[in-house]
């Protein structure tokens, strides 16, 4: 599984990404302490719930990225993950689109960490890259 090196933060990979969200559940929160589930289902599908919506959608992993995109909602996107702590995933947005991911993903920008939600959460307050 990834780490971070000296040179900064070391990307998950599509083999990576699948092995470890494909059939799981994870708790979440956002920058500004707002929290969020999400679960990715072993068949593609997802939902999401945070305090003001629930939404299901797609999962896929497309070029070093893990995307979710929601039926009824555009806030969804592309992501590179890094894998901060022993259960610490941050998620850092590189694209709206699918399409956008697999041929021309922007900086990433971090966006939320999130953890197994039947686990300790091994999460540090402030991003880690």
């Known amino acids: 599984m990834t780490v971070q ?3 900064g933060p070391v990307w998950m990979t599509d083999a990576d ?3 470890t969200f494909a059939g799981r559940d994870i708790s979440g929160e956002y920058e500004n302490g707002d929290t969020f589930d999400e679960t990715y289902a072993r068949d593609g599908t997802v939902r999401y719930s945070d305090a003001r919506r ?3 959608g797609k999962w896929s992993v497309r070029a070093g990225t893990f995307c979710t995109i929601y039926d009824d909602d555009p806030a969804g996107g592309c992501y590179r993950v ?3 702590s022993e259960n610490c995933f941050e998620f850092h947005f590189v694209a709206r689109t ?3 991911a697999s041929k021309a993903p922007g ?3 971090w966006t939320a960490r999130g953890w197994f939600a039947n686990q ?3 999460c540090v307050d402030g991003e880690s890259v």
């Open 17 to 19: 990404l699948t092995g």
């Open 54 to 56: 629930t939404s299901s």
């Open 120 to 122: 300790p959460k091994t």
């Open 98 to 100: 699918q399409e956008q």
């Open 5 to 7: 090196s000296l040179a």
């Open 107 to 109: 900086k990433p920008a």
């Open 82 to 84: 890094h894998k901060a």
